[in-house]
Each structure stands twice: as structure tokens, then as C-alpha cells.
């Protein structure tokens, strides 16, 4: 279908839906270089204009990338609710965004419209909002996931522990991991990137990890973030695998590139329920992904990458995750250059998770040759702690010494928790409350001499 | 009203943990922020990281040092004018500039095993710092070996790939490019070095071996020149690099 906008006596052709998608949204430096960006200001505007006037009816007819050629585009097609949609399918994406702003779209009604949603209609919808919509909205959504704890009830805010060591060391990873857990860390998953992805490395950090969760009964779930392949082998050798971690992308083809399939991942979250592990819950699956991921692997079919990411949310929610967290600054400048555009995107993804029925957190962060530093930073997880992000990172002083990037610390938790009355995971919180390591109203207590936490690490 | 009191950090009782990891643990806390000086500390870890980042190659120093090599030297520059524009279009560092590539035509194809690119990447601090020193152990140890080393090139606002196309111009077996890689809070001057045997234009990553953090306290310049000749002599003898050339220099060792 074609698409125009006539300004002062221009008129301004889309030739298809992709297109006006990606006129259609807020300058960033990887559609730039995808070479799909308006070519000036006005014409962005007008391609928002243009989309305002499609009717959703049509995002179920013209997809973006052609049905045959993509399993991704298939699985959003095949597991459209037509139901889910009756309530909204005389909408076009202006209604859409208008209604989302309204008093009618509250949290029940919000929690009953993600089946009959595609994720091209919510990057649509997303590029007619300002950041203080994405954020208005976001909130109030409330999607809630369980594995031993409840993560995802409004008014908490979780966290990932994230205790990484440049080699993997055994001891190294233990030190971060009892700063953290005594800094009141860790709701949300206990979660280590490798070095490696040696199946022997990722099992010895897995019972580690399974050791000192049982020792001191926390209840939270660990992760050791392996390719899912490695994962399946575990798996069937019966290592204490919680959650099973993935990156993904939203095509095919990034897929492809990332070494996984739609079969995999189901294949690898039926192996994981078999486990058995859960507590109060079995949402066993954790996602990561992020705007650029497809353009990086020449596997973008001129989407935006901003489309391209909530297409990858499409491929999350068929498994019902514990956690899904863009890693947003985390693939650099030629995606997105600076705080601004880090910001924006981390409040669209967070946005267009949530609105897909998503449980989504946020890897707040930056790398050096970004044009970003803490005080962005802050910024954002202000802001996401407002818009109600489900999870952020914590990692020791913010300074992840493996991955070399800046996230977010223990304390900017702290912060974020006090300036805004947001509590960890109400099973946590009660476990925390019993450890000395905060008191009733949340604060953080003086620190033991010898916390019994600090014998994870014998010396 | 009284004086008010000095506020002191909350100091963390586990500090002892600090022998175990690089990591910024035990920071204590002021409220719930990081104590003035661990954040002061921090800043400037970044300002290291920030002007490693937007550092220039030392040219004139460079080029002097690297007289002592006794082989010819050509400046090139890649088709990124900037680095704001170097930042956000990593395709143009990955190629040279027409009138680069004009010069290195013009000396024609040298027959050479090895070309030997020097590259600002992400640090010329790491270019400035550790390139020469790394090439004094390097280079008559490639020399002894017999292996023939095309006219050395320095090149601004490159990407690795920007060998590729050097390597395919001088004719070369092997390029293998030292580049300064993206500055971590800890380490704004590693060096990076990566192979590609038979380079031409549109190689992809998966053709390359690389070696990372080269500098005194990662992996040293000795080490490293070791680690360089092995890979040079594994790839011409096997005439890959890549996936298929795995590193097994301490298993033949062992």
C-alpha cells in the first residue's frame, strides 16, 4: 500500500508500510545508518502524520517482512487474537494512541489487549508519543511473573545481581555476589555473563551459585547467560539450571546469526519446566535484545531498528518469560550516539514490551564511545522507575569489569527504590528484612561486622 | 542554630573481599550514594576512557619511531572525516580514502607474507603508547623467521576491516592490524591486533583471529609479539585464519 502527506505543496510519498515506519520514527544514528531515516525534519513529522491516519486493520495485512521468508513474521500472524483485537480493530494508530492515554485504558483493560496487538502496531503507536507518554502508560500496565519470588507488582522495583569477573574466577564472581546481596541485590534473577561459554565453566558457576542460594534459603533464581545450545546440554545433564537465558532478535535472519530458532527456544523451555524448579511460579525463560541487533547483523529487511526490536518481543512473549530486559545502550553509538537517544529508546522499549504483555526490565547503560555518561544515566532510571520498570541491573559501583560498559550500581537501587517508595520483591524483601540488611521501611541497616553472607567466600 | 556535624561515609566492614576482584565492591555509601571519593575516582576513570576515545595518532613521534624499522611508511586516512562522524558510520572507517588508496596502488603488489597496518580504532592512546614497543620485539622476530614484511601503514579514523583493503592493495598473504580498542573504565589503552589471511574488501569477522588487550597489565608485549608469530605462522602454513585456526599455542606448549 502507499502512503502520503501533503505539506505546504509537498507531498511526501511512503511506498510501503516499512517505510513510513521508519520516516515515521525519532532520529537515531542506526537508521541513519541503515539509510532508512527521514531525510529532514519535515519529513519525519509528515511520515507521523501519514501513520496517525493508518487504520490497524492493515498491520495485519501488509507485513513488514513477507510471510514466507520469515519465521518471526509468521509467529505474529499465526498467534494474532482476532478476539483480543475486536475491542480496537476499528482503531486507526492515532485512535490507538489517544485511547492508551485515556482513563478507559486502565490496568485491567491494558492486561486484555496484548493478545490482539502485534508488535508493528505498537512501534507505530510508539512513534506518535512523547517520553512522557511512553512513561504514562508504561505505568500503568503491570505485568507480573513468578519463579520462587513475585516479580513485577506495582510499586516494587527488582533487581539483577550481576556479579561478572574478566576469567570467569570462581572467588572474583563470589566477591561482587556478597557486595551485592548485602547491598540488598538480586530479586530479579542472580545472573552471570562468561567469559566463555565452556559447558564445564557455566556448570561450576551454575552449583556455585545453586550452593549458596539453598546455604542461605534466598528466594530468587540464579542464571549463568549461556548460549541456549549450551543450556539444552546442561539440561540433559541435569545442572541446576533456574531460568534459561537467550538473546534474540526480531527476524529470522537475527536470529539465525544469533545461532537459535523458534524450535530451540521452545525445545529449550520444555526442557527447563521438566526441572521442575519454581516455587511460586514457572515462567522459566529469560530474554535479552536491543535496538541495532538486526541492523548489526545485516538482517533488518529496511525495518527500523526500533520496529525490528518490538518485532523481537513477538518471539519473548510466546514463552512466557521471568525476565525480558533490553540492553539498550550496550551496542554502542552507531545504534545510538548519545544519552538522548539512549533515553528515548529505553522508554520505547520499556513501553512496547509492557504493552505486548511483557515482564520488562531495563539494562540501563552506556558504553565509552557513546556521548553518555552517569548523569544521563540517572536520568533514565528516574524515569523508568517512574514509568514502573519491572527490573534493573546491579553492578558493583555500575562498572561491569568483564563486559566493559557502565550500567546501573547497587546504590542507584538504593536510590531509585528511596526517591521514589518502590520496594524489592515482597518474598525478598521479607528474606532481607530477616538478614539485618534493611529494615522494615526498606533502608538499608548498618552492616554486621562478620554478616553470616560473607562466608559464601571462605578466607 | 548549632554547627551541624561533619557527615562521615558509611564505610562497608567487608573490605577485605577487594582481594578477590577488580570489581568496585566495599565502596561504603553516603545515604545510598557512593562516597565522594569512589565517586570522584569513577569520573575520572572515565575521562580516561572519554580522551582515550577522542585522542589523535601522535604522527610526528609515530613516524619517527618507526624509522628505526628501516622499511617504508605511508599515511593513510579512511573515508570517515571526523570522529563524530567515525562514531556513527563504522562503514566508512572500514574503507581508505581515494587518495590513500591511490598511493598504496601506486608502490603496486609487493609479494609480502605479512602487511603491517597501525590503526587509531577506538584509542590511539593504545597506538601512541604501545604499538612501537610491541613492533621493536615483533618485527625481527618475523625478520629471523624469514618472513617478508610489506611497507608498514598508519591509518586515522580506521576500523579493523581498513586492512582488508590495504592487505588486498599491497598484495599481501596476511594483514594483521593493531588497533586500539574500545576504551573499558579500567583499560583506555588496549591494543588490539587481528589477522586475515588472503585480505580483501568485504571480508567478514568471521575470516579473522584476534588478540586483545595488549598492554603491560593485560597481556605484555612480549607475550603478545609470541602469540603474533605463532598466529603469522600457523595462518601461512595452513593459508586460513578464523574460525577454522583456533589459538593452540600453550596446548602444543604443554
Redesign the interface.
Given at each position: 500500500m502507499h502512503y502520503s502527506h501533503t505539506v505546504r505543496h509537498h507531498t511526501y510519498q511512503f511506498k510501503d508500510l516499512k517505510t513510513l515506519l521508519a520516516k515515521a520514527s525519532p532520529l537515531r544514528?542506526g537508521d541513519?545508518?541503515a539509510g532508512v531515516v527521514a531525510q529532514s525534519y519535515e519529513e519525519r513529522v509528515a511520515a507521523q502524520i501519514a501513520l496517525a491516519d493508518v487504520p490497524l486493520k492493515v498491520f495485519l495485512k501488509e507485513a513488514l517482512i513477507p510471510y514466507e521468508q520469515d519465521e518471526v513474521t509468521r509467529l505474529i500472524l499465526d498467534e494474532h487474537d482476532e478476539a483480543a483485537f475486536a475491542y480496537i480493530s476499528h482503531f486507526t494508530v492515532g485512535d490507538l494512541r489517544d485511547w492508551l492515554l485515556s482513563d478507559a485504558a486502565d490496568t485491567a483493560a491494558l492486561q486484555r489487549l496484548p493478545p490482539g496487538l502485534t508488535p508493528e502496531m505498537v512501534a507505530a503507536v510508539c512513534k506518535l508519543m512523547r517520553n512522557q507518554e511512553l512513561i504514562a502508560v508504561a505505568r500503568k500496565c503491570e505485568v507480573v511473573t513468578r519463579f520462587r519470588n513475585t516479580i513485577g507488582l506495582k510499586g516494587r522495583l527488582s533487581t539483577r545481581l550481576q556479579?561478572?569477573?574478566?576469567t570467569d574466577?570462581g572467588?572474583?564472581?563470589?566477591?561482587?555476589l556478597?557486595?551485592g546481596l548485602?547491598y540488598g541485590s538480586g530479586d530479579a534473577v542472580i545472573g552471570i555473563n562468561t567469559a566463555t561459554d565452556s559447558p564445564a565453566v557455566v556448570r561450576s558457576l551454575l552449583e556455585m551459585l545453586d550452593n549458596v542460594r539453598e546455604k542461605f534459603s534466598i528466594p530468587t533464581q540464579s542464571c549463568v547467560l549461556c548460549h541456549v545450545t549450551t543450556s539444552l546440554e546442561l539440561l540433559n545433564k541435569s545442572a541446576p539450571v533456574d531460568l534459561t537465558f537467550q538473546s534474540i532478535g526480531g527476524t529470522e535472519k537475527t536470529n539465525t546469526s544469533f545461532g537459535v530458532s523458534l524450535a530451540m527456544l521452545e525445545e529449550a523451555r520444555q526442557a527447563t519446566l521438566a526441572l521442575n524448579r519454581g516455587t511460586v511460579g514457572n515462567n522459566v525463560m529469560y530474554f535479552e535484545t536491543g535496538q541495532g541487533s538486526s541492523l548489526s547483523a545485516n538482517a533488518h529487511h529496511g525495518v527500523d531498528q526500533q520496529t525490528c526490536e518490538a518485532r523481537a518481543y513477538a518471539v519473548a512473549r510466546k514463552y512466557k518469560p521471568l525476565l525480558v530486559n533490553s540492553v539498550v545502550g550496550f551496542i554502542g553509538?552507531?545504534y545510538l550516539?548519545d544519552g538522548k537517544q539512549i533515553i528515548r529508546a529505553a522508554l520505547e522499549d520499556h513501553f512496547c514490551g509492557k504493552l505486548l504483555g511483557l515482564p520488562m526490565g531495563m539494562d540501563i547503560c552506556y558504553?565509552?564511545?557513546a556521548e553518555a555518561?552517569?548523569d544521563d544515566m540517572d536520568n533514565l532510571l528516574t524515569l523508568l522507575g517512574v514509568a514502573g520498570c519491572n527490573y534493573i541491573m546491579g553492578v558493583?559501583?555500575?562498572?561491569d569489569?568483564m563486559l566493559?560498559?557502565?550500567s546501573t550500581?547497587f546504590?542507584d537501587a538504593?536510590?531509585v527504590r528511596?526517591v521514589l517508595g518502590l520496594r524489592p520483591a515482597p518474598e525478598f524483601e521479607k528474606w532481607l528484612v530477616e538478614q539485618d540488611i534493611i529494615n522494615e521501611q526498606g533502608q538499608?541497616l548498618?552492616?554486621?561486622?562478620?554478616?553470616q553472607l560473607?562466608q559464601i567466600?571462605k578466607? | 542554630m548549632d554547627k551541624l556535624e561533619v557527615s562521615k561515609a558509611t564505610a562497608d566492614p567487608w573490605d577485605s573481599l577487594k582481594a578477590f576482584t577488580a570489581a568496585r565492591i566495599a565502596l561504603g555509601r553516603a545515604g545510598t550514594s557512593v562516597p565522594l571519593k569512589a565517586s570522584l575516582a569513577f569520573k575520572m576513570a572515565h575521562a580516561h576512557a572519554r580522551d582515550a576515545v577522542f585522542s589523535s595518532l601522535n604522527l610526528d613521534l609515530l613516524l619517527e619511531e618507526l624509522e628505526q624499522f628501516q622499511l617504508p611508511v605511508h599515511l593513510l586516512h579512511s573515508l570517515a572525516t571526523d570522529r563524530q562522524e567515525y562514531l556513527q558510520r563504522p562503514d566508512l572507517g572500514r574503507r581508505l580514502h581515494s587518495a590513500s588508496a591511490a598511493l598504496l596502488s601506486e608502490e603496486g603488489q609487493t609479494f609480502a607474507d605479512v602487511a603491517i597496518v597501525l590503526a587509531d580504532g577506538l584509542s590511539a592512546t593504545a597506538v601512541n603508547t604501545h604499538a612501537v614497543p610491541l613492533l621493536q620485539i615483533l618485527l625481527p622476530a618475523l625478520q629471523k623467521a624469514g618472513f617478508k614484511v610489506a611497507s608498514l601503514t598508519v591509518v586515522e579514523q580506521a576500523r579493523v576491516a581498513v586492512a582488508d583493503e590495504i592487505g588486498e592493495l599491497l598484495g599481501a598473504k596476511l594483514s594483521l592490524v593493531f588497533i586500539g580498542e574500545r576504551p573499558g573504565l579500567s583499560s583506555p589503552d588496549s591494543l588490539g591486533a587481528y589477522f586475515t589471511y588472503a585480505p580483501k574488501l568485504g571480508t567478514t569477522d568471521e575470516g579473522r583471529n584476534c588478540i586483545s588487550n595488549i598492554r603491560p597489565e593485560g597481556l605484555p608485549y612480549a607475550f603478545a609479539a609470541e602469540k603474533c608469530l605463532y598466529l603469522i605462522k600457523e595462518a601461512l602454513r595452513r593459508k586460513l585464519t578464523g574460525v577454522a585456526l583456533k589459538d593452540e599455542m600453550n596446548l602444543l606448549e604443554s
Open positions: 544514528s541513519v545508518l556479579p561478572n569477573h574478566p574466577d572467588r572474583g564472581i563470589a566477591a561482587s556478597i557486595d548485602l553509538p552507531e550516539y558504553t565509552n564511545h555518561d552517569q558493583p559501583g555500575a562498572d569489569i566493559n560498559y557502565q550500581s546504590h538504593l536510590y528511596q538499608l548498618p552492616a554486621e561486622k562478620r554478616h560473607t567466600l578466607h | -
